[in-house]
């Protein structure tokens, strides 16, 4: 089936600390995974993605890692700052007969606290 | 660019009436998707074109009719709404189809009295 398992729900850290958000997928996910951040009243915004033929990616303070064998990754945000505070999802790629589905972890919502 | 656009910001309607939500990108993505989001949830999938055709539709209620006029624009006609049909509407966009990246608009955000 067609399951992204994220946790934790909620995450609170201090300033500068870092965050760590992890996701399992099952097992027909396709080799996409990507991350997206969402403030409050607006649209999802992709944040980063990693493929499956990588086990990770940077960009500054973000990273994600990829575990295949064990169906999971991970977002790490390094030196967080309050406008990291929003709610993160997770989400795998499925292939579908039209294309590819994207499934989405339940979120997580971080506040970092100043 | 890779902006996805949606008009209203915000809308509210009467279970009576019909109203459209618009979606619009310039990307040259040929695959457009509908998306409904309930407060502290995740998208869920409504509809997928795909080269503007319907190529999905996910058990959607027939009150929700969506329409593809042309590559750049996606809308979602709305007649009958119900009280529960309150949430945020997204639209996104990729590549292809097979494209896994998809890119996401503001939303609109629905209330339904």
């Known amino acids: 089936g067609e399951n992204v398992e994220q946790h934790p729900s909620t995450l609170s850290v201090q300033e500068g600390d870092s965050a760590v958000i992890k996701c399992t997928y099952s097992?027909?996910?396709?080799?996409?995974f990507p991350w997206y951040k969402q403030e409050l009243g607006k649209g999802p915004q992709l944040i980063i993605d990693i493929r499956s033929n990588v086990g990770e990616k940077k960009d500054q303070r973000i990273a994600v890692t990829l575990n295949k064998t064990a169906k999971h990754f991970s977002l790490h945000i390094t030196e967080t700052q309050p406008e990291d505070s929003a709610v993160y999802f997770c989400a795998a790629s499925y292939v579908k007969e039209y294309g590819n589905k994207l499934v989405f972890g339940a979120g997580t919502i971080l506040r970092v606290k100043s | 660019d890779t902006e996805v656009t949606q008009t209203p910001k915000h809308l509210v309607m009467g279970m009576t009436n019909k109203k459209s939500l618009k979606c619009e990108q310039h990307m040259g993505h040929r695959a457009m998707y509908w998306y409904k989001q309930k407060a502290k949830k995740p998208p869920e999938l409504m509809f997928v074109y795909s080269y503007e055709k319907l190529s999905i539709n996910e058990s959607v209620p027939s009150r929700f009719s969506p329409e593809c006029p042309n590559s750049s624009l996606l809308n979602l006609h709305l007649h009958a709404l119900q009280p529960e049909d309150s949430a945020l509407y997204l639209c996104?966009?990729?590549?292809?189809?097979?494209?896994?990246?998809?890119?996401f608009g503001p939303g609109t955000r629905l209330t339904v009295l």
């Open positions: 097992d027909s996910a396709s080799n996409y």
């Open positions: 996104a966009s990729s590549q292809a189809p097979q494209g896994d990246t998809q890119y």
